[in-house]
């Protein structure tokens, strides 16, 4: 009987896999298509902000020669990120234009993060409706600023912050499946942002709290930057921004971390209702 049935089992299994590899690949393409819509409504800004430190960076390691005064204002601050390295080595591969490559990685960044929070998903809720819900959410939202940090959730231009972004979301999905491999994604994110998967080592460290204890080594490197020595000029810097101090922002600016915490405690109560879990590990189907 068990011989009989061999076949007909290969014949199930392989439909299964075929099924998928097809849900796989809609997936993917859904997501290229969302990343692509981010880019024509949210729009793209092409040297804006923060880029004018990481595009001359970019410029110098293509060509030398370029910006013989005062090269510290941007060295000094991307030589501890691959980042530039990982963009100027693009263009000398492909042979791509300087602006071509870098709108190539922002789109990149988009689909990573999108994908990131669609993987984080499926551990989050058991319905696809509801995966594609959270996925479509975070979308809709990746221009709003946060709070008071006059900080978007996802720059409309290319940043290392966003690769790191994404980098953080695929650790927190190897931690919640007790993946060791979280510790390779936050290496990544340290690589390309250090500021960012500092800031997201704290989430990742309470998530991994119940692992082994030599899964928090991790977050070792980064407790250093916390006790690191302070420069008294930097500091005089620093004061004059309130954004970076909570304490100073203004009270309306606080409903920006207040108000997404009540939403999702009440769609939480409003999920357990329905039968629909909204936090936990749900295995991946």
């Known amino acids: 009987v068990a011989l009989a049935r061999k076949p007909e089992c290969d014949r199930i299994r392989r439909g299964r896999d075929a099924l998928a590899s097809r849900i796989r690949v809609r997936d993917l393409l859904l997501l290229l298509l969302l990343a692509g819509a981010s880019l024509l409504i949210h729009g793209y800004?092409?040297?804006?902000?923060?880029?004018?430190?990481?595009?001359?960076a970019i410029e110098k390691l293509l060509t030398p020669s370029l910006f013989p005064f005062d090269t510290a204002f941007?060295?000094?601050?991307?030589?501890?990120?691959?980042?530039?390295?990982?963009?100027?080595?693009?263009?000398?591969?492909?042979?791509?234009?300087?602006?071509?490559?870098?709108?190539g990685w922002h789109f990149l960044s988009v689909f990573l993060v999108l994908f990131g929070c669609r993987e984080l998903s499926k551990r989050c809720f058991t319905r696809p409706s509801a995966q594609w819900a959270a996925v479509a959410a975070v979308w809709a939202t990746l221009p709003l600023p946060i709070a008071g940090?006059?900080?978007?959730?996802?720059?409309?231009?290319?940043?290392?912050?966003?690769?790191?972004?994404?980098?953080?979301?695929?650790?927190?999905?190897?931690?919640?499946?007790?993946?060791?491999?979280?510790?390779?994604?936050?290496?990544?994110?340290?690589?390309?942002?250090?500021?960012?998967?500092?800031?997201?080592?704290?989430?990742?460290?309470?998530?991994?709290?119940?692992?082994p204890r030599r899964s928090l080594a991790m977050l070792f490197p980064l407790a250093l930057m916390v006790f690191a020595p302070s420069n008294r000029a930097w500091e005089?810097?620093?004061?004059?921004?309130?954004?970076?101090?909570?304490?100073?922002?203004?009270?309306?600016?606080?409903?920006?971390?207040?108000?997404?915490?009540?939403l999702l405690w009440g769609m939480a109560r409003i999920a357990r209702r329905r039968g629909e879990p909204m936090a936990g590990h749900v295995p991946e189907r």
């Open 236 to 262: 005089a810097i620093l004061a004059s921004r309130p954004y970076l101090y909570p304490l100073r922002w203004h009270w309306y600016e606080w409903l920006g971390v207040v108000m997404p915490l009540l």
């Open 45 to 56: 800004h092409y040297g804006y902000e923060d880029s004018a430190i990481y595009l001359p």
């Open 74 to 103: 941007c060295i000094g601050q991307t030589q501890w990120m691959i980042f530039p390295e990982m963009v100027a080595e693009t263009v000398r591969v492909t042979g791509w234009p300087l602006e071509f490559a870098v709108f």
């Open 149 to 211: 940090s006059e900080l978007e959730i996802m720059d409309r231009y290319l940043h290392p912050r966003n690769l790191a972004t994404a980098a953080i979301l695929f650790a927190l999905v190897a931690i919640l499946d007790r993946r060791e491999r979280a510790l390779a994604w936050l290496a990544a994110a340290v690589a390309l942002h250090p500021p960012m998967a500092f800031y997201g080592a704290f989430h990742l460290g309470i998530q991994a709290w119940k692992l």
